[in-house]
């Protein structure tokens, strides 16, 4: 079993510090080593988690609906003429919640998608109604930013009846034959007296906001209340009225054109447990060479520490790569000009080819 003061531990050996520090000393701050490290060690997993589609930070995830252009399904309100606020940016048909714990997003994978199973050539295949055991090739998206009313608290209007602490609570979408409001905020039953809520909290939205920040809105609805959607539990009844922010502010968001898009992604991996032991390694050198300089001073054994470091992402990479299926095609350019944007159609989507990004920035 690894814990996170053995991390620390192991990144001040790999630079040869000849100090250790505590579980205590890393929560109270009680050293400089304690102090320095409790600076890095968030922000050095995150972006080495980024620098490649590591298998140990894989995550498959429903998109949260945002919105979509007029005329879709989950949107029959009327067509305007030109884009307004509210729909996704051009040329994109559906808009997404950024999954909140994802670091790296890699792909939007179709639910279905046709032409594979039945014949139809490649370069002419549509999505939609396919056999659900084939799920296609990867679509095409982009993560941008939108401007939201964002929730920051929920006060309880009426409580309901049988709701437990810890359920999820959805709140209602707009009505059908309207443009959508936005994803709707999801709360938490904090405490639920004989089944009818008292308080909630809200569920945040994006990684590692100081107050919780919930829902996309397009509106400030602070003055309606609002009805529940669907609980996790058995709960019903319960309406509330929302604090929002006000101007609006961005989150980020997946738009693409694929309806009911499922995303995949590199998350955010905080159990060292869980961390492949190559991986592991490479973040203890990481960390190790991140923490040269403010303890040491030594550019000269920060440069070698780092060298070290890259060294074993590579071998890390190396290792984890040939863990999956790995295919290096190149699309040839008869299959690019008909649209076929994907590489691999042959193994469907859940492939990494060669996506890595560079190496830790060392001192020059």
Same mark, same amino acid.
């Given at each position: 079993?690894?814990?996170?003061?053995?991390?620390?531990?192991?990144?001040?050996?790999?630079?040869?510090?000849?100090?250790?520090?505590?579980?205590?000393?890393?929560?109270?701050?009680?050293?400089?080593?304690?102090?320095?490290?409790?600076?890095?060690?968030?922000?050095?997993?995150?972006?080495?988690?980024?620098?490649?589609?590591?298998?140990?930070?894989?995550?498959?995830?429903?998109?949260?609906?945002?919105?979509?252009?007029?005329?879709?399904?989950?949107?029959?309100?009327?067509?305007?003429?030109?884009?307004?606020?509210?729909?996704p940016a051009p040329?994109?048909?559906?808009?997404?919640?950024?999954?909140?714990?994802?670091?790296?997003?890699?792909?939007?994978?179709?639910?279905?998608?046709?032409?594979?199973?039945?014949?139809?050539?490649?370069?002419?295949?549509?999505?939609?109604?396919?056999?659900?055991?084939?799920?296609?090739?990867?679509?095409?998206?982009?993560?941008?930013?939108? %401007?939201? +009313?964002?929730?920051? #608290?929920? $006060?309880?209007? !009426?409580?309901?009846?049988?709701?437990?602490? &810890?359920?999820?609570? =959805?709140?209602?979408?707009?009505?059908?034959?309207?443009?959508?409001?936005?994803?709707?905020?999801?709360?938490?039953?904090?405490?639920?007296?004989?089944?009818?809520?008292?308080?909630?909290?809200?569920?945040?939205?994006?990684?590692?906001?100081?107050?919780?920040?919930?829902? %996309?809105? +397009?509106?400030?609805? #602070?003055? $309606?209340?609002? !009805?529940?959607?669907?609980?996790?539990?058995? &709960?019903?009844?319960? =309406?509330?009225?929302?604090?929002?922010?006000?101007?609006?502010?961005?989150?980020?968001?997946?738009?693409?054109?694929?309806?009911?898009?499922?995303?995949?992604?590199?998350?955010?991996?905080?159990?060292?447990?869980?961390?492949?032991?190559?991986?592991?390694?490479?973040?203890?050198r990481v960390l190790?060479?991140?923490?040269?300089?403010?303890?040491?001073?030594?550019?000269?054994?920060?440069?070698?520490?780092?060298?070290?470091?890259?060294?074993?992402?590579?071998?890390?990479?190396?290792?984890?790569?040939?863990?999956?299926?790995?295919?290096?095609?190149?699309?040839?350019?008869?299959?690019?000009?008909?649209?076929?944007?994907?590489?691999?159609?042959?193994?469907?989507p859940y492939n990494?080819?060669?996506?890595?990004?560079?190496?830790?920035?060392?001192?020059?």
């Amino acid at each position: 079993m690894t814990a996170q003061v053995d991390i620390y531990n192991r990144a001040l050996q790999s630079i040869g510090t000849r100090t250790t520090v505590t579980a205590a000393e890393i929560a109270n701050n009680g050293s400089n080593e304690a102090i320095q490290a409790n600076i890095a060690y968030v922000p050095v997993r995150r972006q080495l988690l980024r620098m490649a589609p590591w298998n140990c930070g894989a995550k498959t995830a429903n998109l949260t609906y945002i919105t979509s252009v007029p005329g879709t399904p989950e949107n029959t309100s009327a067509a305007t003429t030109l884009w307004q606020p509210g729909q996704p940016a051009p040329p994109y048909a559906y808009e997404y919640q950024y999954p909140v714990d994802c670091l790296l997003f890699q792909w939007v994978t179709p639910n279905t998608a046709t032409g594979f199973a039945s014949g139809i050539p490649i370069s002419t295949a549509v999505t939609g109604g396919a056999p659900s055991f084939w799920q296609g090739p990867p679509v095409k998206l982009r993560v941008a930013t939108d %401007s939201f +009313f964002g929730v920051t #608290a929920a $006060a309880v209007v !009426a409580g309901g009846t049988g709701y437990a602490v &810890g359920d999820i609570i =959805t709140l209602a979408q707009a009505p059908q034959g309207s443009a959508p409001l936005g994803a709707p905020v999801q709360l938490q039953v904090l405490t639920a007296p004989g089944g009818v809520i008292a308080t909630v909290s809200v569920v945040n939205v994006i990684l590692g906001e100081a107050s919780a920040l919930g829902g %996309s809105y +397009f509106t400030n609805l #602070a003055r $309606a209340t609002q !009805a529940q959607a669907s609980t996790t539990g058995a &709960g019903m009844g319960a =309406t509330f009225s929302l604090t929002q922010t006000s101007p609006a502010t961005p989150q980020r968001v997946i738009l693409t054109n694929q309806e009911f898009a499922i995303g995949n992604y590199i998350g955010d991996v905080t159990d060292p447990n869980l961390f492949d032991d190559l991986f592991q390694e490479a973040f203890i050198r990481v960390l190790g060479a991140t923490l040269c300089m403010p303890l040491n001073g030594d550019k000269n054994r920060a440069k070698m520490a780092i060298e070290e470091a890259n060294t074993m992402i590579a071998q890390a990479r190396r290792q984890d790569g040939n863990e999956s299926l790995t295919v290096n095609d190149v699309l040839p350019d008869w299959l690019r000009v008909r649209g076929v944007n994907f590489l691999e159609d042959y193994s469907g989507p859940y492939n990494t080819s060669f996506n890595y990004g560079g190496l830790w920035p060392g001192f020059s």
